[in-house]
């Protein structure tokens, strides 16, 4: 009798230390699901990071006379569609599609190209010619940027096509909330009408209480439209306040014959200046990057798009380490405690 129960005693041990039982035993734990979510937090916290490294871009992009006749060049418009899916938000110029059907076609491709959803917001036509009426078009991720207020300048007399201006509020940068200002200036009143962005600075900053003011766009800011003793008339460049991000011997044209910045990127005071990652701004050689001939480039524009990007907000990257701490923590407890 006694080994009888000896024996019986010996396979109940041998049971209770199976290796297949005690894992089953483990994963079993009430702690089991704890540590399932804090390891799942923690690779979505660290996957959302790495995403957030590239920091948040804002572009600025002439596209002559992009309507519904050269929207339905499809080579054309999935270069653009790669272009554009690089920033945040596009600032596209010298649009003319009052029916909004070469904006929905871009949009269309947009979204199937990129992972994020994109939305449009477009100013209406502006011009003194009925021949050459021009919108300004907002490409931005909703998931990114969100719109909080947008106006129409209107001047009467200073520009050709008024600004049209939006306010953007993003978690993903430093800055928070933000305006854009657009200018696709007209090329024989340049210097004026570039003078003049300071009146809307003052308008726009007292109407939303907000200084964090990002002008861009084809300024025609160079060669024989704009000149350095014309910059003595210009506020943005005698007022300190305003940074111009786009330099002089920047190129930001395709034709090799040429060299002009004519856009530029232009931001006030400090507190947006160092929400700027250092060096990012520039005209981006989307041929060179792509590997298109220039007959490609030049189907889309005779420009290239001037871009700029943000720092990305450090709450993401503050919050890894203590989440990751938490997950071991609990990886440790589980284990410790697990029969």
């Known amino acids: 009798m006694q080994r009888y129960q000896s024996l ?6 041998h049971t209770v230390n199976s290796p297949e039982q005690s894992s089953a035993m483990r994963w079993s734990s009430p702690h089991c699901p ?8 923690s690779f979505l916290t660290l996957f959302v990071g790495r995403a957030a490294v590239s920091g948040f871009r804002i572009c600025a992009y002439n596209v002559p006379q992009f309507s519904p006749k050269k929207a ?30 070469a904006i929905k076609t871009l949009l269309s491709n947009l979204n199937r190209y990129d992972e994020s ?3 449009s917001l477009s100013s209406r036509s502006l011009g003194n010619s009925t021949d050459d009426m021009q919108q300004y078009v907002y490409l931005y991720r909703i998931h990114s940027v969100a719109v909080t207020g947008h ?5 009467k007399q200073f520009f050709v096509r008024d600004p049209f201006v939006v306010k953007f509020q993003s978690n993903r940068t430093i800055i928070g909330d933000f305006i854009l200002v657009p200018l696709h200036s007209d090329p024989s009143q340049a210097v004026a009408e570039i003078d003049k962005l300071y009146n809307v600075f003052e308008e726009v900053s007292t109407k939303w209480n907000n200084t964090n003011v990002m002008f861009l766009g084809d300024f025609h800011a160079a060669c024989g439209y704009v000149s350095r003793n014309d910059r003595k008339k210009i506020r943005l460049y005698t ?3 305003f940074s111009w991000l786009i330099r002089d011997r920047v190129d930001t044209t395709v034709n090799s014959k040429i060299s002009c910045a004519y856009d530029r990127i232009v931001v006030y005071g400090q507190p947006f200046l160092k929400a700027i990652k ?10 060179q990057d792509f590997k298109l001939p220039k007959a490609m480039v030049l189907e889309v524009s005779d420009h290239l798009p001037v871009e ?32």
């Open 8 to 13: 019986e005693f010996q396979q109940q041990r």
């Open 34 to 41: 704890l540590l399932l979510f804090f390891l799942f937090f």
């Open 72 to 101: 339905t060049n499809l080579r054309m418009v999935h270069t653009l569609t790669r272009v554009v899916s690089r920033c945040d938000i596009c600032v596209l110029q010298n649009v003319q599609d009052p029916s909004g059907k």
């Open 117 to 119: 959803f994109y939305q």
């Open 151 to 155: 106006y129409q300048y209107e001047s």
């Open 239 to 241: 007022d300190a306040g």
């Open 278 to 287: 250092p060096f990012s701004a520039q005209a981006f050689n989307f041929g």
């Open 308 to 339: 700029v990007t943000l720092k990305s907000s450090g709450t993401l990257f503050q919050a890894q380490p203590l989440l990751i701490l938490l997950s071991l923590s609990a990886a440790v407890h589980f284990f410790l405690s697990a029969p």
